[in-house]
C-alpha cells in the first residue's frame, strides 16, 4: 500500500460523521464605510495613501516624490513614459533585482484591511511587488469592497496561477516586538486612489 | 510500574527559565502586550464570535469529510501542475524532500516558516545529507544562527532580547560589536537574505490553507520571505498537513480576517499569496503530510485540535506560556496546543505537558476557530495518567489522595493533621520540599473544619 492509500484509509476510518458545511453568503451583508475606512485601514499598518485625479496627477507625483535617477517599471500602459512599461510576463524574475519602484494596478482593494488583491495578469512577473525597493498602487475607489467576504465575491472563480494580497509595506517585529518596515519585501507601499 | 524517565519536563525546564526573575517580567508582559493588540483588534469587528463559530463549523465538516477533500484537492492540484507527494511520517516527508533536491542536484535551500518542518526536523536531517538550508524568516533565521528552536510559532525569537540577537548578528554576519538596533539588525538581515533568495534554486514554505475546490494554496507572512523564495526559485516545496484543507476558495474571507487578528493584532499578514499554478519553466511541489494527525482525527476527544490554524493566540494569553517560555515544552510546538498535540505524537515523552497548564481556559476564549484547548488538556490528563505515564512521585500522592478523599475517617484526620501542622509546624510545609511552597506562602489555617463548624452549629 503507498502512503496515498494508507493516509486516506486511516483518514476514513477515523473521521467523525459527517457535518454540514455551513453558509458564509450571510457574511457578505456587513457594510462599512468603504473607502475612508479603507484609507484609515492602510494608513495604520505603514502604508500612503495619495488621492489622485488621473494618470496625469500620478505622474506629476511620481515626478516630485519618487528619487531621481531609479529604475522604475509599470505594468500600467498609460506610465509607459515615465517608467519601463511591463507588458507580458517574459521577464527572467533575477532581471528585476535592482528595481526601485513598480507601480501596479490593483484588481480590487479591502475596506476593512487596507489590502489590494492583484492576480499574476496585473502584476505580470510574480516577484514584482516583492522585489522592488518601493511599491505603488494603483486602486479605483470603485473597486474597494468593505470586507474580506466580498473580495472573495468578486474574485469568485477567476483563473489565476498566481494572485496575492498586498497590506502595506513588508514588515518584522521579530526583534524584541519593534516594528520595523522593509524586511525582504517593498520597504513602502503608496496607494493612489483614483476616481 | 517503573518510573518514567524525564529528564526534560516542562517544570524542569521552567524552572530553569524562571531563574531569570527580570526576563521572566519581560517575556509575561511582552506576549500580554500582543494579547491586548488582539483584543483591540477583535473588537473593532462586531461579528468576531459569528466568525469564529463559522471558522469552527467550516473546520469541522473539513475534519467529517477529510477523505474526500484530500483527494478533491489533490485531483485540482494535479491539474493545476503541481506535483503532488503523500507522507506517511517525518521521515517520509524529509527523504521526499530531498529526493526532489537531489533530482536537480540542488545543494542549498532557502525556506520560509515552516512549523511543520521544525515538526519534522527537516533541517537538520538536510544538514546531514550535504544541504544547506538557511532559514529565511527574519525569527526563524535569528533561531538557526543562535542554534536553537523557534520558541513560539509566529514569534520565533520572542525569547530573545535585542542584544543577544546584535551579538549573533556580530558573530555571523560582521555587524559591529555591540549594536543592537532593530532598525539596523533588520537591514542587515534584508542585505544578507536578499543575496540568498537571488542565489537559491529551490525554495520551501509552509501552507496555511490549502483549497480543495481550486487546487490552491495560500501562504501568509509579513516579511514577503516566502513570495521572494519562492519567485525565484525553479522549485517550490510547499509543505503542509492534511488538516490545513479548506473547501472552498470563498471561506478564505472567514479565515483570513480571523488568522492575523488573533495572532498579532494585525487586520491581516502583508502578503497572502494563493499559489494556484507554478511558473512556466517552473516546477511546484506540494508535500502532504499526515505524521500522527489522522491517528488525532480518530480521537474523539481530542480530534478539534486539528482544527488549528497556528495563529499562537493561545500561547500569548497563558499564564503558564508567558512565564515558562515556549522551550520549556521541548517541542516544535510549544503552549496550550503544543500540549495538546505533542502527547498524541509520543505520549510518553510528552506526558508532561498537559499538567503544565492552570485550566484557566483563557486559551479557549482567544482560539479563533473554537477549539476547547483546556478541557483537552484536562482530558490529557486523565489518558496519561490512565496508561501509566506520570511520574512516580505523582502517581503516589494520587494514590494517597484517592485513599484519602475515599475515606471518611482518614479524611477527617487528615483535615486536622493539616490545619495541626499549619498552625504549629508552619516550617512542615513552608520549605523547598513543597512545591507549592514556591513563590507563595501556604495559607492561613482556618480553626476548624466546616464539617466542624456545621456539626456545632446545626439546630
Known amino acids: ?195 | 510500574m517503573s518510573e518514567i524517565q524525564n529528564t526534560t519536563n516542562h517544570a524542569d525546564l521552567a524552572e530553569v527559565f524562571n531563574n531569570d526573575e527580570a526576563r521572566v517580567d519581560w517575556h509575561d508582559e511582552t506576549l500580554w502586550w500582543i494579547r491586548s493588540k488582539r483584543d483591540v483588534a477583535v473588537n473593532k469587528i462586531s461579528n468576531w464570535e459569528v466568525l469564529r463559530e463559522t471558522a469552527s463549523q467550516i473546520k469541522h465538516n473539513v475534519l467529517s469529510n477529510l477523505n474526500n477533500y484530500l483527494q478533491q484537492f489533490e485531483s485540482n492540484a494535479l491539474s493545476n501542475g503541481i506535483t503532488v507527494h503523500w507522507a506517511a511520517d517525518a521521515k517520509e516527508h524529509n527523504q521526499i524532500v530531498l529526493s526532489i533536491l537531489e533530482k536537480h542536484s540542488i545543494g542549498q535551500m532557502v525556506k520560509s516558516k515552516s512549523m511543520l518542518t521544525e515538526e519534522c526536523h527537516l533541517n537538520d536531517f538536510l544538514e546531514a545529507n550535504g544541504i544547506n538550508v538557511i532559514d529565511s524568516d527574519l525569527g526563524e533565521r535569528i533561531v538557526q544562527l543562535a542554534k536553537e528552536m523557534p520558541s513560539h510559532i509566529v514569534l520565533p525569537c520572542i525569547h530573545k532580547k535585542k542584544e543577544e540577537i546584535g551579538e549573533l548578528f556580530h558573530q555571523h554576519l560582521g555587524t559591529p560589536a555591540g549594536n543592537a538596533d532593530p532598525q539596523f539588525l533588520t537591514e542587515t538581515a534584508r542585505q544578507h537574505l536578499r543575496d540568498t533568495f537571488l542565489t537559491r534554486r529551490a525554495a520551501l514554505t509552509g501552507v496555511n490553507f490549502a483549497i480543495a475546490e481550486t487546487g490552491e494554496f495560500v501562504v501568509c507572512t509579513n516579511e514577503g520571505n516566502a513570495d521572494m523564495g519562492a519567485h525565484l526559485a525553479d522549485v517550490h516545496i510547499a509543505s503542509m498537513g492534511i488538516e490545513k484543507i479548506i473547501p472552498e476558495r470563498k471561506h478564505l474571507g472567514v479565515f483570513l480576517r480571523l488568522l492575523t487578528r488573533s495572532a498579532t493584532g494585525q487586520p491581516i499578514t502583508t502578503y497572502s499569496s494563493h499559489f494556484k499554478r507554478p511558473n512556466k519553466g517552473k516546477e511546484m511541489h506540494i508535500i502532504i503530510v499526515d505524521n500522527g494527525r489522522s491517528i488525532q482525527l480518530g480521537r474523539e476527544d481530542f480530534r478539534n485540535s486539528l482544527k488549528c490554524i497556528r495563529c499562537g493566540a493561545c500561547m500569548n494569553t497563558c499564564p503558564v506560556y508567558r512565564r515558562s517560555g515556549g522551550h520549556s515544552y521541548h517541542n516544535a510546538i510549544s503552549g496550550p496546543i503544543g500540549s495538546i498535540l505533542a502527547p498524541n505524537l509520543d505520549m510518553e515523552k510528552y506526558a508532561d505537558l498537559p499538567f503544565a497548564s492552570t485550566l484557566c481556559g483563557s486559551c479557549t476564549n482567544v482560539c479563533p476557530v473554537k477549539i476547547d484547548i483546556h478541557q483537552q488538556l484536562y482530558k490529557w490528563r486523565q489518558v496519561i495518567v490512565k496508561n501509566g505515564y506520570v511520574p512516580a512521585a505523582k502517581k503516589a500522592s494520587m494514590q494517597i489522595m484517592d485513599w484519602t478523599l475515599s475515606s471518611p475517617t482518614a479524611y477527617h484526620t487528615a483535615g486536622k493533621a493539616g490545619r495541626f501542622v499549619l498552625k504549629y509546624a508552619p516550617f512542615m510545609v513552608n520549605n523547598k520540599l513543597n512545591p507549592w511552597y514556591k513563590h507563595r506562602d501556604m495559607p492561613e489555617p482556618p480553626k476548624e473544619s466546616f464539617g466542624e463548624w456545621y456539626k456545632k452549629n446545626r439546630k
Open chain 1, 1 to 195: 500500500m503507498t502512503s496515498r492509500e494508507r493516509i486516506l484509509s486511516a483518514v476514513k476510518a477515523n473521521q467523525p460523521e459527517l457535518a454540514t458545511l455551513p453558509d458564509v453568503d450571510f457574511l457578505l451583508q456587513e457594510d462599512i464605510d468603504v473607502p475612508e475606512k479603507f484609507i484609515a485601514a492602510l494608513t495604520a499598518i505603514g502604508g500612503q495613501v495619495v488621492s489622485v485625479e488621473n494618470h496625469a496627477t500620478i505622474k506629476a507625483f511620481i515626478d516630485e516624490n519618487f528619487e531621481q535617477p531609479s529604475r522604475k517599471i509599470t505594468t500600467v500602459s498609460e506610465l509607459g513614459d515615465i517608467a519601463e512599461y511591463m507588458e507580458d510576463n517574459s521577464a527572467e524574475p533575477h532581471s528585476l533585482e535592482n528595481v526601485d519602484y513598480a507601480i501596479i494596478q490593483a484588481d480590487l482593494a479591502v475596506a476593512e484591511n487596507g489590502a489590494i488583491w492583484v492576480s499574476e495578469d496585473k502584476i505580470r512577473t510574480r516577484v514584482l511587488p516583492f522585489i522592488t525597493q518601493y511599491l505603488a498602487v494603483i486602486v479605483r475607489r470603485e473597486d474597494i469592497v468593505p470586507t474580506m467576504h466580498q473580495a472573495y465575491n468578486k474574485i469568485g472563480s477567476n483563473d489565476y496561477g498566481f494572485a496575492t494580497f498586498i497590506a502595506g509595506p513588508s514588515k518584522t517585529a521579530d526583534i524584541e516586538q519593534s516594528l520595523v518596515l522593509g524586511a525582504h519585501g517593498a520597504r513602502s507601499m503608496t496607494v493612489f486612489l483614483m476616481p
